[in-house]
């Protein structure tokens, strides 16, 4: 691969990731839609903001899991542009920057809609993009990775998307945003638990790493068993039975993955579990987004 070619930069923002930035901007804006106040403008800025940042926390964490060892070029994982030598340094920094200015300028365009009050909503979530493997403690490499990711994965673009449309907010956008974000960090959880001892020797401490292998075979679908009970609770306590029935069509795919995942248990043949992860994750989104349209 040439370095800093066209090719190298859309291995660095990992297009295969993308869809947890879209998921969460499509239930929180279909949450609207049967609400009342959907916006297609407010959705499509929504959309750009949350697949910029994402874009922008991908190259900060190519480049900073390389200057932390922890990606090496014998990694287990998919290849990263930076630690192959496809993008070099000044490139790398100066893509960094510019995925952060179009971050920001998507982000004014959603101030006409929602108020400046979404400035440090907005500055938050640029700060995740960086801190998450970036600085002088890095989120990832202190157990709060997942966090992290259900947090800016799921709650805050989910429920901004519907409160900015609506001017409103309620249990149900948060326990559909809380399911998205849950579903999307099983994405995390696979690379993590890949990942465990190469993490372990760099000093990445995932959760995985802190609670051990026993844990990280179970976390990966405990995650999928949470969201798939958030759905069911919009049906029985909101009334929305397909957001509640559909992502049912979810669970033997999370079932089937875990099971690859345990028979597998270690080494590079994990990355296509990390493959069926993003599909069934994407599913899901599907699913709960028609479950809600059709409520």
Not at 5 to 18: D, G, I, T
Not at 103 to 125: K, R
């Amino acid at each position: 691969m040439k370095t800093n070619s066209f090719a190298a930069w859309v291995l660095a923002v990992r297009p295969y990731s993308l869809g947890a930035a879209i998921i969460p901007v499509a239930v929180g804006s279909a949450l609207a839609w049967s609400d009342g106040g959907f916006n297609l403008v407010v959705t499509l800025l929504c959309a750009c903001f949350a697949i910029l940042a994402q874009c922008t926390a991908n190259l900060v964490n190519d480049l900073w899991d390389f200057l932390r060892g922890a990606d090496q070029p014998d990694r287990l994982g998919p290849d990263r542009a930076f630690a192959k030598g496809y993008i070099t340094l000044p490139a790398m920094k100066a893509g960094i920057g510019l995925f952060t200015l179009a971050t920001a300028l998507a982000g004014c365009g959603l101030l006409f809609y929602g108020g400046w009050q979404l400035i440090p909503v907005g500055a938050v979530c640029l700060l995740f993009a960086y801190i998450y493997t970036a600085g002088p403690w890095p989120l990832a490499y202190h157990g709060l990775g997942d966090a992290a990711v259900v947090t800016f994965f799921g709650l805050v673009p989910a429920c901004f998307t519907y409160y900015i449309q609506t001017g409103d907010w309620n249990w149900q956008v948060t326990a559909a945003a809380l399911a998205c974000g849950l579903v999307i960090d099983t994405m995390l959880w696979i690379n993590n638990f890949r990942d465990r001892e190469e993490d372990a020797r760099c000093g990445k401490k995932t959760l995985v790493v802190y609670w051990g292998e026993r844990v990280g075979r179970w976390g990966y679908l405990v995650l999928g068993a949470v969201a798939i009970a958030l759905c069911m609770s919009l049906w029985i306590f909101g009334g929305r039975m397909w957001a509640g029935l559909l992502p049912l069509l979810y669970l033997p795919l999370l079932l089937a993955t875990w099971r690859k995942i345990i028979r597998i248990d270690h080494g590079d043949e994990l990355n296509a579990c990390l493959g069926e992860t993003a599909r069934n994750m994407q599913l899901f989104g599907l699913l709960l987004t028609i479950g809600i349209l059709l409520g």
